[in-house]
């Protein structure tokens, strides 16, 4: 298995513009989490799926941000307008349905976001 | 909410040391616990977890870490360290109880091994 897919890895953008962030989750995974980290604050939780449905959006800083995934296997993190405080290394996460046995997340290889 | 707690911010060790990083989760109930290492500019991988049964798990590259549940502690330990374990870790908790989904992540260690 390719594991979780992230794209871009690097994004560099000026302030004001639209960010859009891509994760295809391992195959046969039904929750996806998507993730900020960040020197000053740590690693945050923003959002989560299960089956494609967002259960919970706490984290998400702001209107600014947004998430959705309209199947299975896809999902973004849009980000409108970007502000330069949004740089950051913006992880997705999967994992297989519960089955009582500590099912752990798989992590992606992140999108370092630089907001200029 | 459960909380984790990792008081241990930096820790420098130098080659061959042996190693206990601390972790602390705040939830009376059932748990599933999991250390996570982020190698410098890299992804979080699991280096180990702990759901049921033995309260002594053994992970990867030679770590283990004891669940003590009367402590809410569940640290992380190897005997001795090498270069390449330079690193952060994350211990995280997972409550057992449907509708709460989310991991709840440490605030991390970063440990340098010195050569």
């Known amino acids: 298995d390719a594991g979780v897919i992230q794209s871009p890895r690097h994004e560099v953008t000026e302030m004001g513009q639209e960010v859009t962030l891509r994760c295809k989750p391992i195959s046969g995974h039904n929750s996806l989490f998507w993730y900020r980290q960040t020197m000053m604050r740590g690693l945050e939780l923003l959002i989560y799926f299960n089956n494609n449905v967002p259960i919970d959006d706490s984290g998400m800083p702001e209107d600014r941000f947004s998430a959705k995934m309209p199947n299975a296997s896809f999902s973004t993190l849009k980000i409108q307008p970007s502000e330069p405080r949004d740089s950051a290394v913006y992880f997705c996460a999967s994992r297989i349905p519960r089955t009582g046995l500590g099912n752990e997340q798989f992590f992606g290889p992140g999108t370092r976001l630089t907001v200029l | ?115």
């Open chain 2, 1 to 115: 909410a459960q909380s984790v707690s990792q008081h241990n911010h930096h820790v420098i060790l130098s080659e061959a040391a042996s190693l206990e990083l601390g972790c602390n989760y705040s939830y009376g109930g059932t748990v599933n616990l999991f250390w996570y290492v982020q190698y410098p500019g890299q992804h979080l991988q699991l280096l180990l977890k702990y759901f049921s049964g033995d309260p002594l798990v053994k992970g990867i590259k030679g770590f283990e870490a004891e669940f003590i549940k009367s402590k809410f502690s569940f640290n992380l330990r190897k005997p001795s360290v090498q270069w390449s374990d330079t690193a952060e870790y994350f211990c995280a908790v997972d409550i057992s109880n449907f509708g709460n989904e989310k991991l709840t992540f440490g605030t991390g260690t970063r440990l340098t091994i010195i050569p």
